[in-house]
């Protein structure tokens, strides 16, 4: 479901080399574009995760699975760039809800412990979408024009919408597909792992909003994000300029490359994160590692140099999303996570509006992108001293408090993520 969503977010990357001046975009034009989704992104987030928490996660994603589909399509039929702004807006609206309203089914499905694991599976399909669709659109582009792309690939939505509704239960108790001793065993290890967590003031939205972890959380993810997204969405654009102007194919498939370093990243990370419990040198040496790359990509010449710094690049950015969105579910009980969760992700993702319009704006001023990533560099180095500053260490080590609290799991299943085999086992005892 969310390859889906994110696909609908980042075709646009692979598309505007090839637009030929169709609405007559500049390059801060370009950045408005990739940009603006961002600025509609913000009004759902709150909204979807408490929809998800006192509702339906299934229900709320499935809704707004078919608005977006419909909103994508619309892309693809803007006649000026005012237009085109607005469908993006309107995509970035509906869209919005969704990240939240997962996070929040992750949160009713796994214990704290492996959390950061379930996260980062999840959070695949982020790159994965751009493993598979770069090559796709670069190859759709090559037979049809842009218009046609984003027509097409906004019906998938739609289809899925209807494996969604029928695939998916908000909880264990509901889920057809599994046993009741392993509902029971779940929702026991998640009640272990919320009688364990402080209480939070009087339980109401604004004590968890006030809190300083929370607030950190918000500025963390809005300078790691303004890095990731300059990056990511302008990252098509520099590999055809690596290419010396390739074919949209060639683009599209030389693209997908730093997304599968990407994937492996994440889900290695997430599970030493998970080992350790160690979230914010998860989340911080990463960024450390983008922050160099950027810096060493706009000095280092020739194609294969720049293709691995690329790499490394896109690996590192990738890498902090599991043990970044564990930290909230750590800290908060399960009755106000929701609303600081779908705060940190509004928030935090104006700076998918930043960076992109910065690294355009900056590249239209000074005639060189050397610039605009020069700044996403010093955005993430601004996230890093705020991981390493602003968090408690307490913050972070949800590993071993789950541990203690969590209730005993049935003989040989140590976690959900591990399989089901010895636990029907020992319900057969």
């Keep these: 479901m969310y390859m889906l969503a994110f ?9 505007l080399p090839y637009m030929h001046g169709d609405l007559s975009l ?5 950045g408005m574009v990739t940009g603006i989704f961002f600025l509609g992104y913000v009004f759902l987030q709150i909204p979807g995760a408490i929809l998800a928490q006192r509702w339906s996660a299934r ?6 699975m078919v608005a977006w589909g419909v909103a994508a399509m619309a892309c693809g039929i803007v006649q000026t760039k005012e237009q085109f702004y607005v469908a993006r807006f309107v995509l970035g609206l509906f869209e919005g809800g969704v990240w939240p309203a997962v996070l929040i089914l992750l949160a009713s499905w796994f214990p704290l412990r492996e959390r950061a694991r379930a996260n980062a599976l999840w959070m695949a399909c982020l790159p994965i979408s751009s493993i598979i669709m770069a090559p796709l659109s670069g190859l759709m582009l090559d037979h049809t024009d842009w218009r046609w792309v984003l027509v097409m690939q906004g ?9 969604w509704w029928f695939a998916v239960a908000d909880h264990p108790s509901q889920a057809r597909w599994i046993s009741r001793g392993e509902a029971e065993y779940v929702e026991g290890a998640l009640a272990a792992d919320e009688a364990a967590k ?5 339980g109401s939205y604004l004590d968890a909003i006030r809190q300083r972890s929370v607030l950190v959380l918000i500025a963390v993810y809005f300078f790691w994000i303004t890095g990731f997204y300059g990056f990511t969405l302008w990252l098509p654009s520099v590999v055809k300029t690596l290419t010396h102007d390739g074919s949209s194919t060639q683009v599209g498939l030389l693209s997908a490359i730093p997304f599968t370093v990407a994937l492996i990243a994440m889900v290695a990370n997430a599970a030493w994160s998970d080992r350790t419990g160690k979230r914010r040198l998860a989340v911080a040496a990463p960024l450390v590692v983008a922050m160099a790359a950027l810096l060493l990509g706009q000095i280092v010449q020739g194609g294969v140099p720049g293709m691995l710094l690329l790499c490394v690049t896109a690996g590192a950015l990738y890498a902090p999303y599991g043990p970044f969105w564990a930290i909230p579910g750590g800290v908060l009980r399960m009755e106000v996570v929701a609303v600081a969760m779908g705060l940190i992700n509004a928030l935090g993702n104006l700076g998918g509006y930043v960076g992109p319009y910065l ?6 001023s000074t005639g060189t992108s050397v610039t605009g990533f020069g700044v996403l560099a010093g955005f993430l180095a601004v996230a890093v001293v705020l ?28 976690d959900a993520l591990s399989g089901r085999a010895k636990v029907r086992a020992e319900e057969g005892r």
Aim: glycine letters at 6%.
């Design 7 to 15: 696909l609908d977010r980042s075709n646009v990357s692979v598309i």
């Design 155 to 163: 019906f998938p939505p739609l289809i899925w919408a209807v494996v």
């Design 387 to 414: 991981v390493l500053t602003g968090l408690r260490p307490s913050a972070e080590a949800t590993r071993e408090a789950a541990a203690a609290a969590s209730v005993p799991a049935p003989t040989g299943a140590p």
């Design 359 to 364: 690294v355009g704006w900056l590249t239209d």
């Design 59 to 64: 229900k709320t994603v499935m809704i707004l």
């Design 26 to 30: 500049s390059a801060a034009d370009e």
């Design 198 to 202: 402080p209480t939070t003031g009087s």
